[in-house]
């Protein structure tokens, strides 16, 4: 088997996805492209295992499987993030998440009436 096709093929599938996690806005759709690139990836790992003769028989398949896994784990977690970032803006869209911290609020106005340090009331 000549593995061209496979290899080929992996690498419009990886560059597929680089190109869906670079452009989209939506995150389901940009945890879409992070699958469609580790599946590129699992390509690979079989491809190489069936035609590269290894020290460890059928290590590409068992390394394809961890990547199945950690995939699996991925979504999960993924999903929950983006369920709950819709909970709490009503959109999913990824340009507007805040990446930082807010900055604490600094309370300016009127007096509190309670005493400070000193037992002097403001």
Do not use: C
């Not at 759709?29 to 390509?43: F, G, R, T």
């Not at 068992?62 to 709950?84: K, N, P, S, Y």
């Amino acid at each position: 088997m000549r593995p061209v096709i496979p290899y080929v093929t992996a690498a419009l599938l990886f560059g597929l996805g680089v190109y869906g996690v670079l452009r989209r806005r939506n995150a389901v759709l940009v945890l879409m492209a992070v699958e469609l690139m580790l599946n590129a990836v699992n390509l690979v790992l079989v491809t190489a295992d069936t035609t590269v003769q290894a020290v460890l028989p059928h290590s590409g398949q068992v390394f394809a499987l961890f990547v199945i896994v950690l995939a699996a784990a991925e979504i999960g977690v993924g999903l929950a993030i983006v369920l709950q970032l819709y909970r709490l803006r009503a959109s999913v869209t990824v340009d507007d998440v805040p990446l930082a911290e807010p900055a604490p609020a600094v309370a300016a106005g009127p007096a509190s009436g309670r005493p400070d340090a000193e037992g002097a009331v403001r």
